[in-house]
């Protein structure tokens, strides 16, 4: 017989990696010791492969099956671990063990995501940004499932799959993907008045963060806190972002998309690396229904906000996102968020949109996790109850795909007696801890209708676009005029501004002329129209929480052979001291000689380091660079750019023909080194009229 073991060891022999103190012995999911990882079974060295080769059958196989359906909607997603932290007491309003005590630390989970495109599409199309927080509560699970808008596109669930249907790629073509500007969606839009409101977010910069760590959150719904004595105060959550709010110029957004589709998750990963921790506070509105029966609209629907300036945010809490997840698939596509999953404490309102989702999530998960036992996964499991009462959850439900626990005894029943002989009786009821509805008063008579009090479609879409600053009122307008134009079908555009007068007629005009196409008459409202008080807490720019700082942002610095060593040294210190984060960018990453015979290695090479993935530009560079560099496209446009987007520029004497070349004129935000770290805080709002023109 011949001796394959020589044919083995010499093709591919060095390929075979072999266990050692540091390689634990390879195995088959059920234990078996494997010898060859890189060869099938043959009869013969070039003979048939044969069917009995279990190591190779069972890898392919589960291989073939590595893949679970992706979310419906939120498919492409990002999360990180952290601690939600109680900074203000709200023992008197909630029995929800994490508002107890100042001070009480919380494991969170938190998954931000896109809405329309699949999982593998990119971070940034305009967008509604998903933000979803499970809190791992000593009581249990709290699933807290918001967005970044305040409000929704519909005030019934019945209506969601429409709304996402219409939303995602065209049934027949199969595109766009992780796009709105298509006919499907502006057609069921220019139908659905009370999406207004939700609109006017959503063609504002509020669907263009910068960051996950550059966003709002929040919880949408009006919910319920129960105190000890029964007592149920409303509620509604909002995420305040450490980092400030910040978002991209549409052009921006565009180029990062090419540059790097997966600019967020990357700015997580690394923000997490290095230690500069994304951060919000959780505030709360708290109301009762007194102050909920004295406003003009009815706090049970989704469109509407309650805004701060009438009814201000309490902030109780803090959350740290400060440790990436392990394993991508295991955890963050494993993760179920569900927000019928409350704890003692937390209760629900009537709103019809937060009633029908209270049925989907977990509906949902049973397709796409597989198995009613989807709460055994680790990132799923009660792991704060696990700590506090040794187990996370203890029932008689047995049994389904996929069970992972193995159950001791009889009592898979309740009542029994069992105990009484000495056997196991399992887990039994909690009548003062458990949790407990609050028991409102309900009647009526069984209808499909809608209140008369969500009639009104229009005042609050009014009221946020005129909130917004002159620059944002100028970025809706010019979004709409985007949108609309990739709409073929023309009696669509024609419905939406026709909706669109309701809201601002200086915004309908604006978006008409834009179109170059005539106003139509305005559709009928169903309720008369409201000039609200402004809100200036919903502005980006130029409001509360707009902020000028480097802390937690990117500076690139473009050098190249022969650049100012000191020059360098001087601009990465100053923003390391404002606690930025400073990037070395250089045609040749390997080595880049500099000035004074000394050498750096750059960070980033100029190609793949396109200025839209950095928050402000310094360029430090030799005479003799320079003139090269004006020869190179991707520099000049790296500069072009940095000045389009309104970011700051600093340069050295010996660069200016370089931001000469790309057009860029003096004026604020372009500077000399020497004042470019301050400069570098901020964005230069009132450049935009000087570099595009808006509708
Ligand atoms: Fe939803 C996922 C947020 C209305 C049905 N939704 C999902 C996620 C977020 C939201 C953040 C992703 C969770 C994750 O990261 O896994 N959804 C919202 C908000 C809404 C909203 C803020 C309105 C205020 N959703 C909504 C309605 C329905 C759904 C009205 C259905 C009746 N949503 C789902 C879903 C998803 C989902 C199909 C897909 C994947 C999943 O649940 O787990 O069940």
Not at 197 to 225: C, K, Q, Y
Not at 367 to 382: D, E, T, Y
Request: with cysteine; charged share 25%; net charge negative.
């Amino acid at each position: 017989m011949t001796d394959f073991t020589a044919l083995n060891a010499g093709h591919g022999g060095e390929t075979h990696q072999v266990a050692d103190d540091d390689h634990p012995v390879l195995t088959t999911n059920h234990g078996t010791p494997i010898s060859d990882n890189q060869n099938q079974l043959k009869a013969g060295a070039r003979g048939p492969v044969l069917l009995e080769d279990e190591v190779y059958r069972e890898k392919i196989n589960h291989f073939d099956h590595e893949r679970i359906p992706e979310r419906i909607v939120h498919a492409r997603g990002s999360a990180a671990h952290g601690y939600f932290e109680c900074t203000e007491s709200l023992s008197d309003i909630t029995v929800a063990d994490l508002f107890q005590k100042k001070g009480q630390r919380t494991d969170v989970f938190v998954r931000f995501s896109t809405v329309a495109g699949g999982a593998g599409s990119i971070d940034t199309p305009r967008d509604v940004r998903g933000f979803a927080v499970k809190f791992y509560t000593r009581q249990g699970n709290w699933d807290l499932v918001g967005n970044n808008i305040p409000v929704f596109f519909i005030q019934d669930a019945i209506k969601f799959p429409d709304l996402i249907h219409a939303a995602k790629m065209e049934a027949d073509r199969g595109y766009p993907q992780a796009a709105t500007a298509h006919d499907t969606f502006w057609d069921f839009i220019s139908l659905m008045p009370e999406s207004t409101h939700m609109i006017m977010w959503a063609m504002s910069d509020r669907t263009l963060p910068r960051t996950f760590a550059n966003m709002e959150g929040f919880g949408v719904h009006t919910f319920r806190f129960i105190s000890k004595e029964g007592k149920s105060t409303f509620v509604k959550f909002h995420w305040k972002p450490k980092a400030g709010l910040a978002s991209t110029i549409w052009d921006e957004t565009v180029k990062i998309a090419g540059a790097d589709p997966d600019f967020q998750r990357r700015d997580l990963f690394e923000r997490i690396e290095r230690g500069d921790y994304p951060e919000w506070e959780l505030g709360v509105q708290l109301f009762d229904e007194e102050f909920a029966n004295s406003q003009p609209y009815d706090v049970l629907d989704a469109t509407k906000i309650i805004p701060e300036e009438v009814l201000p945010v309490r902030i109780v809490g803090k959350m740290v996102l400060d440790r990436y997840p392990d394993n991508y698939f295991a955890e963050t596509e494993q993760a179920a968020f569900v927000p019928s999953h409350v704890v003692p404490g937390i209760g629900f309102s009537n709103d019809p949109l937060l009633q029908g989702r209270l049925f989907s999530y977990t509906d949902t998960q049973l397709s796409r996790l597989g198995s009613v036992n989807f709460h055994q996964l680790p990132i799923n499991s009660a792991k704060g109850r696990a700590e506090a009462a040794g187990c996370p959850f203890m029932n008689q439900q047995r049994d389904g795909h996929m069970q992972m626990a193995v159950p001791k005894g009889r009592a898979n029943y309740e009542p029994n007696s069992l105990a009484k002989v000495g056997e196991p009786g399992g887990a039994r009821e909690d009548p003062d801890g458990g949790y407990k509805t609050f028991p409102s008063e309900e009647q009526g008579q069984k209808l499909r209708i809608r209140p008369e009090s969500f009639a009104d479609h229009y005042s609050q879409a009014r009221l946020f676009f005129r909130s917004m600053d002159p620059a944002e009122q100028a970025h809706i307008a010019s979004a709409l005029v985007f949108e609309l134009s990739k709409v073929s079908l023309e009696h669509i555009r024609t419905a939406m501004m026709a909706n669109l007068r309701n809201v601002d007629e200086r915004l309908a005009s604006r978006v008409a002329d834009g179109l170059a196409m005539d106003l139509p008459d305005a559709s009928p409202t169903a309720a008369p129209v409201l000039d609200m008080e402004p809100s200036p807490a919903l502005r980006i720019i130029r409001g509360p929480l707009e902020k000028h700082t480097l802390e937690g942002r990117t500076v690139g610095i473009l050098i190249a052979d022969g650049s100012d060593a000191g020059e360098i040294a001087a601009v990465t210190d100053a923003v390391a001291k404002a606690k930025g984060h400073a990037l070395l960018i250089a045609p040749k990453v390997g080595k880049v000689p500099l000035s004074d015979g000394s050498a750096v290695v750059a960070d980033k090479q100029l190609f793949g380091q396109p200025s839209v993935t950095v928050d402000a530009c310094a360029v430090i560079l030799s005479a003799e660079a320079t003139a090269k560099l004006t020869k190179e496209g991707a520099a000049v446009q790296w500069v072009m750019d940095a000045f389009g987007h309104l970011k700051a520029i600093g340069y050295n004497a010996d660069a200016k023909p370089l931001l000469d070349k790309a057009g860029v004129e003096p004026g604020d935000g372009v500077t000399d080194l020497a004042g470019f770290v301050e400069a570098a805080k901020k964005r230069y709002w009132d450049r935009e009229p000087t570099v595009r023109t808006l509708a």
